[in-house]
Nanobody
Framework: QVQLVESGGGLVQAGGSLRLSCAAS??????????WGWFRQAPGKEREFVAA????????YYGDSVKGRFTISRDDAKNTVYLQMNNLKPEDTAVYYC?????????????????WGQGTQVTVSS
């Protein structure tokens, strides 16, 4: 079984920054064969794609609302993926989830992911 644990959420003022981390563990987890994604869900809204990175880290993709502000990266030695969030806006307020998927391609749909973390709250005040 694979477990994903997010951390780094919190309260920040608009224009500020946060870095989310997601650490994976489990006997069957193999970083170099997994892709990662970040999604978010605000109250009353559907889960939204934020960013994805492929198995090698050579390809990334971002949702339109975060392009140029957020950066996804991975550290396979630590089985960890990061989401650096800069210039945060109140509309970025949501619960952020990391997800992992076996395979080498980029995955943009939530339904494509095999494993999910429990989520971490990010609140941006105006």
């Amino acid at each position: 079984q694979v477990q994903l644990v997010e951390s780094g959420g919190g309260l920040v003022q608009a224009g500020g920054s946060l870095r989310l981390s997601c650490a994976a563990s489990g006997r069957t987890f193999s970083s170099n064969a997994m892709g990662w994604g970040w999604f978010r869900q605000a109250p009353g809204k559907e889960r939204e794609f934020v960013a994805a990175i492929n198995w090698s880290g050579g390809s990334t993709y971002y949702g339109d609302s975060v392009k140029g502000r957020f950066t996804i990266s991975r550290d396979d030695a630590k089985n960890t993926v990061y989401l650096q969030m800069n210039n945060l806006k109140p509309e970025d307020t949501a619960v952020y989830y990391c997800a992992a998927v076996r395979g080498r391609g980029l995955r943009l749909g939530a339904h494509e992911y095999d494993y999910w973390g429990q989520g971490t709250q990010v609140t941006v005040s105006s």
